[in-house]
């Protein structure tokens, strides 16, 4: 219960209260108290206890409630534009539909608290600590949110737009239906976001000081500036660009022999082999595994024995990119019915390559494998360069 003596003085007005506040180096007791509707403007409210306290309407234009305990404080409808609340302890406090506009809430316990339809914007939240808040069609245009912990909160409808989120933590945040459009993202950590319906355009992912990089989508803005500032992550992307070959076939015990050994033979001129055993249910994920793993390849090598192995893998691939794709099979089998159709629609597959025996194959596998593959990616490289070719009607005048 709030001390007695305190609350009589504080309800005596703000003028009063704040120069008994002067006065008297005390920390004021105002738990549980009946203050709804009150005119707490520019009220000294430095470090006061007020657990659980009702301020529901409450007016408190520019208090300053730095380091009060406000746990579990009602303060729906509060209009506390231009507060201060630095390390305020606002655990589960119910701030539904409060106006915090300007309010400074740096370092402020917010976790748990409810602030549904609250107007945050421009609130200074800088390292304030909101994880599992509810901050549904919450008002966060322009508010300093870098360093906050945002961590399963709940940000459906919200609008964020050119929030600062730099260094946030977004650990299953949930964006539904919400506006980030314009943030600043650098140093954010997004895992498991739920961004259903999310508005999100131009979000910058450096840092103030550096070219301005914008993108689209939030789970990708952390890859792309890695990409951007880390050597290594770019000199991975860079070897598999230049040295990735990916090896398609069936993992049965006969042809996982060969797919081995042409793996090695890779690795001996230097490349990087990925292999995939393309025998499998089809599937959107294991095609879309496929296709971006040959995006990244700079050949492609499938052994394509057994007629049983499944040809939907390969003809999802092959349309998509200009990448040279070699086929090889034993020569005591038959191709799959629709290669031929493949090899007819595509210049950059080559001609099968038939074979009776791992040993004879890796014998000549440069000649027959590596050779050709490079020689046809030089020549669609060439085609590619190509310029557009051009007509006029004035041709067929």
């Known amino acids: 219960m709030a001390n007695e003596e305190h609350l009589k003085i504080l309800k005596q007005g703000v003028e009063q209260w704040n120069k008994w506040r ?23 409210l430095i470090s006061a206890k007020l657990i659980g306290a009702d301020l529901s309407g409450a007016k408190m234009l520019f208090a300053n409630l730095i380091g009060a305990d406000l746990y579990g404080a009602k303060m729906v409808g509060a209009n506390l534009s231009g507060a201060i609340l630095g390390r305020a302890n606002l655990y589960g406090a119910n701030l539904s539909d409060a106006n915090l506009s300007g309010a400074i809430l740096s370092d402020a316990e917010l976790s748990r608290a409810n602030l549904s339809g609250a107007n945050l914007i421009s609130a200074k939240l800088f390292d304030a600590d909101l994880s599992g808040a509810n901050l ?6 322009g508010a300093g949110l870098a360093g906050a912990d945002l961590g399963s909160a709940n940000l459906t409808s ?30 954010a950590s997004a895992w498991n976001v739920t961004l259903v319906g999310t508005v999100q355009h131009n979000l910058v992912i450096t840092k103030e000081g550096e070219p301005i990089v914008t993108v689209d989508d939030l789970k990708v803005a952390q890859f792309v500036y890695l990409l951007l500032h880390n050597p290594n992550i770019r000199d991975i992307i860079d070897t598999i660009g230049r040295r990735g070959v990916l090896i398609l076939g069936r993992f049965t015990r006969e042809r996982k022999q060969v797919l081995d050994a042409i793996r090695e033979k890779l690795r001996e001129f230097g490349f990087v082999p990925m292999m995939f055993d393309f025998e499998k249910p089809t599937q959107r994920d294991f095609t879309e595994t496929i296709k971006t793993l040959a995006g990244m390849s700079r050949f492609i090598i499938a052994d394509i024995t057994n007629p049983r192995s499944s040809p939907l893998e390969l003809q999802a691939t092959m349309p998509d990119y200009m990448i040279p794709f070699v086929p090889i099979i034993h020569d005591t089998e038959e191709p799959f ?7 007819q629609k595509y210049e950059w597959v080559l001609d099968l390559l038939e074979y009776d025996s791992t040993d004879t194959l890796l014998k000549v596998f440069n000649k027959a494998v590596i050779v050709p593959a490079l020689q046809r990616e030089d020549a669609l490289l060439l085609k590619k360069a190509e310029d557009i070719r051009v007509r006029h009607v004035r041709d067929y005048l």
């Open 337 to 343: 019915p629709m290669f031929r159709d493949l090899k």
């Open 22 to 44: 002067l006065e008297n180096h005390i920390r004021p007791d105002l738990n549980d108290a009946e203050l709804s509707r009150a005119d707490l403007s520019r009220a000294n």
């Open 158 to 187: 919200a609008d964020l737009t050119d929030a600062d989120l730099s260094g946030t933590g977004l650990v299953e945040t949930d964006f539904t239906n919400a506006t980030i459009t314009g943030c600043r993202t650098y140093g």
């Open 136 to 141: 549904s069609e919450a008002k966060l245009r």
